[in-house]
């Protein structure tokens, strides 16, 4: 599994820039047994009204095409970004 964090963490380096350049940020929480990457959006991402946009044309579809053996991304503070 630390090979797989490491694969997720390198995609996660590549969105990253366009997270930060609008104030956001996103932290990797964990990947559960059955492949789905938790997420937290952090700073401007938090509260942003695109944050599911963010969260499914950014951040999994990159983790998912970067790391195909994923099968899906969440953000486990998403209740609270709406």
């Known amino acids: 599994m630390n090979d797989l964090k490491i694969k997720v963490e390198a995609a996660l380096e590549q969105i ?3 997270l930060l350049a609008d104030g956001g940020n996103v932290a990797l929480v964990e990947i559960t047994d059955d ?3 938790k997420v937290e959006l952090l ?3 938090k509260s942003c009204s695109m944050s599911m946009m963010t969260l499914k044309a950014g951040i999994e579809e990159t983790i998912m095409r970067e790391v195909p053996e994923i099968k899906g991304v ?3 503070n ?3 970004a709406l």
């Open 35 to 37: 492949k789905i990457v």
């Open 16 to 18: 990253r820039p366009y």
């Open 74 to 76: 969440e953000a486990v």
């Open 43 to 45: 700073n401007a991402c």
């Open 78 to 80: 998403f209740a609270t």
